[in-house]
């Protein structure tokens, strides 16, 4: 009988061997809570870069929101180029009522041309007083 507990022996000492490297493994790899991905390119709701090759070569501002006339939503987008070359861009804006509906559709593309490290801005204001946000789609000219 001690014959057989010996020859289990190494068997045992192996198996706790990996459960003991796999815990380590697993504990080296808890780094705490995973962070969710962050559109670096736009860090405000309202406005969307649908082309991933505007990454490093555009900056968004925040935006710049009024009440003009009889209070209508006055939307300025400012938007700098980072590049040496000059850009042609594309935008589009939707108005949301205050439940977060759309309301008038959405606009046409817009044609936007920015110089060299220069800025331009999208700017445009909405029909009704009724609107109380803006979305807003910045693409490369198509």
Not at 76 to 84: A, E, K, S
């Amino acid at each position: 009988m001690l014959k057989t507990f010996r020859s289990h022996r190494p068997r045992f000492a192996l198996a706790a061997l990996v459960a003991g490297a796999s815990i380590c493994l697993l504990l080296a790899g808890c780094q705490g809570p995973v962070v969710p991905y962050v559109d670096s390119l736009s860090p405000y709701p309202q406005i969307h870069l649908t082309s991933y090759s505007l990454q490093g070569k555009i900056v968004v501002k925040e935006p710049i929101v009024s009440r003009v006339g009889g209070g209508q939503l006055d939307v300025v987008v400012p938007i700098r180029n980072l590049t040496d070359d000059e850009l042609y861009l594309q935008y589009q804006y939707a108005f949301l009522d205050a439940r977060g509906v759309m309301m008038e559709g959405k606009s046409g593309w817009m044609d936007l041309r920015i110089a060299p490290y220069g800025m331009a801005q999208a700017h445009f204001t909405s029909m009704t007083p009724e609107a109380a946000n803006f979305d807003v789609d910045i693409d490369r000219l198509q």
